[in-house]
């Protein structure tokens, strides 16, 4: 006996509603099963000796230090003397000082880098986000990903100096101070990507990996490589969150 018009209509609505909620319950990409597994895979249970902050890191790599990490004292008197007053004027000598050694590693630890093909083995500490996305295009989810598993950390020692020195102007009326950091802000941060053994990246969103949120401190074990373009990659085979 044929079905009732109405009859067919709720049907067609309870088998579009379970799919629909079938959907909300497993990351795209990933099932449930697979998603825990990374996770527990990945996630460190203790936070591991010899981090380095992506400065230190990126120095290894390329045996040069970033021109701007010797150079704030010099590039605050300029941004004073065009007239600019910081809120916390005090901070600088006593905070900048802070944040130089905790930067090159005077917390207990031994730093190291060993090489391997493709890069070092590093343990990087960082900031997740914190400072302006460079990359507005491509990463519109900055500091994560939306279809995969990218991290994007960004040195803590540099995150706080930004923010003790944030000010605003008016438009069209940034100081060279501003504009120079700005375009150094890519190279205070590090890619970390999470891969399975495929070798490629894991197609669901650290947020739903991690559960993390930005400005944690996460501590990242992994091998380090500086991309072409300039970015700091780090492959990462563990993640400790800081509390």
Not at 9 to 25: R, Y
Not at 150 to 170: G, I, R, T
Not at 182 to 202: I, N, P, T, Y
Request: charged share 30%; glycine share 8%.
């Amino acid at each position: 006996m044929p079905r009732s018009p109405l009859a067919a209509l709720t049907a067609v609505f309870t088998t579009a509603s379970f799919f629909l909620m079938a959907g909300c319950t497993e990351p795209a990409g990933m099932s449930t099963a697979d998603l825990k597994k990374y996770r527990t895979s990945f996630t460190l249970s203790e936070d591991p000796e010899g981090a380095m902050s992506v400065l230190d890191v990126r120095e290894a790599l390329t045996g040069e230090p970033l021109e701007e990490d010797h150079n704030h004292d010099a590039e605050e008197a300029e941004h004073d003397e065009e007239g600019h007053d910081h809120e916390d004027a005090d901070h600088d000598h006593e905070e900048h000082d802070h944040a130089d050694h905790d930067r090159h590693g005077h917390d207990g630890h031994d730093h190291h880098a060993h090489a391997v093909e493709g890069g070092k083995e590093i343990v990087l500490v960082g900031s997740v986000g914190g400072l302006a996305n460079p990359w507005k295009e491509t990463e519109p989810a900055f500091p994560f990903s939306k279809e995969h598993a990218v991290l994007y950390v960004v040195d803590s020692a540099e995150l706080q100096e930004y923010e003790a020195h944030e000010h605003n102007h008016a438009p069209g009326e940034e100081c060279a101070f501003c504009a120079a950091h700005a375009g150094d802000q890519s190279k205070l941060m590090a890619r970390v990507e999470f891969k399975g053994k495929d070798g490629k990246l894991l197609t669901v969103p650290t947020q739903k990996l991690f559960e993390l949120k930005e400005k944690e401190t996460v501590v990242v074990k992994g091998t380090a490589r500086i991309a072409p373009g300039g970015t700091l990659v780090v492959e990462a085979d563990g993640l400790y969150v800081r509390k």
